[in-house]
């Protein structure tokens, strides 16, 4: 049986990760910050699907947090076939209306977290000929929306240009790239949801259903919805400076309240 680990394992799309690959016969190990709730799904996951969970408390804002996450991905006598760097956040208020411990905070998780597990995991990884990585970004990614947008942008370089890096090797990389999802992102940062359209969600179940079938496929880059793809594609064709003007506009209708 295969290992996954799985970063912001408790909520959202990292536990919709959890469910599906538990499903799939594959042991778990989860990581995240409220030691309660991650042995409870823990417990749920195994008693339903039958597979062995490990459970890792860790911050990725810190320093220990990261090295114990990454000792884990490390350990080649207990090998991790897939790694999920789902863990990440959101920030409310516009830039310098943010805090920089805040905002410094959020590269820590959302890029060097997610940097210095993919190498751990990569690593272990090509020695073995086999394993993949799974770094949730966003298509905020794609159109400039302060620093949540350029770290989600980070992610989705670092992905595919990693990906390349180790082409031949057996080793898979991709960028995830949701829009929004119900989940507790929104409500954990005080970001109001009522004025975004029904249209705009997306159901992570769903979401990881077609994630993992575009890893299958080996892309390296997964919009895994037809009306995202859609939106994505007007954004390639659009100036950079209509863009920006865009986004800051539809950021103020539909981000954070």
């Known amino acids: 049986m ?7 394992s408790t909520a959202g799309i990292g536990a919709a990760f959890a469910r599906r690959l538990a499903s799939d016969g594959h042991n778990l190990v989860l990581v995240a910050r409220d030691t309660k709730r991650l042995q409870e799904q823990a417990t749920e996951l195994h008693d339903r699907h039958g597979v062995e969970v490990e459970v890792r408390t860790a911050d990725l804002a810190t320093d220990d947090g990261i090295e114990t996450v990454a000792a ?16 990440g956040f959101g920030n409310k208020g516009r830039y310098l209306d943010v805090s920089m411990a805040d905002e410094l905070k959020m590269l820590k998780v959302h ?3 997610v940097l210095r597990l993919t190498s751990a995991a990569s690593e272990a990884m090509r020695e073995r000929g086999r394993g993949g990585v799974v770094n949730v970004a966003s298509v905020a990614a794609f159109v400039p929306r302060g620093t949540y947008g350029a770290s989600k942008a980070w ?3 670092f992905t595919q240009g990693v990906a390349k890096d180790l082409a031949g090797t057996g080793v898979r990389l991709m960028a995830l790239c949701p829009g929004f999802v119900r989940t507790e992102f929104h409500q954990r940062a005080g970001m109001g949801t009522d004025n975004i359209p029904n249209w705009m969600w997306l159901d992570a179940d769903k979401l990881v259903a077609a994630a993992l079938s575009d890893l299958a496929r080996g892309k390296t880059l997964s919009i895994p919805d037809p009306r995202y793809k859609a939106l994505m594609g007007l954004v390639k064709v659009t100036p950079r400076g209509l863009l920006g003007g865009v986004s800051s506009r539809t950021g103020r209708k539909y981000g954070p309240q």
């Not at 295969?2 to 912001?8: M, Y």
């Not at 884990?72 to 863990?87: E, F, H, K, T």
């Open 2 to 8: 295969t290992t996954a680990l799985i970063t912001g």
């Open 155 to 157: 992610v989705v370089q």
């Open 111 to 113: 890029c060097e977290a």
């Open 72 to 87: 884990r991905l490390s350990d080649r006598r207990a090998p991790v076939d897939l790694l999920i760097n789902n863990a």
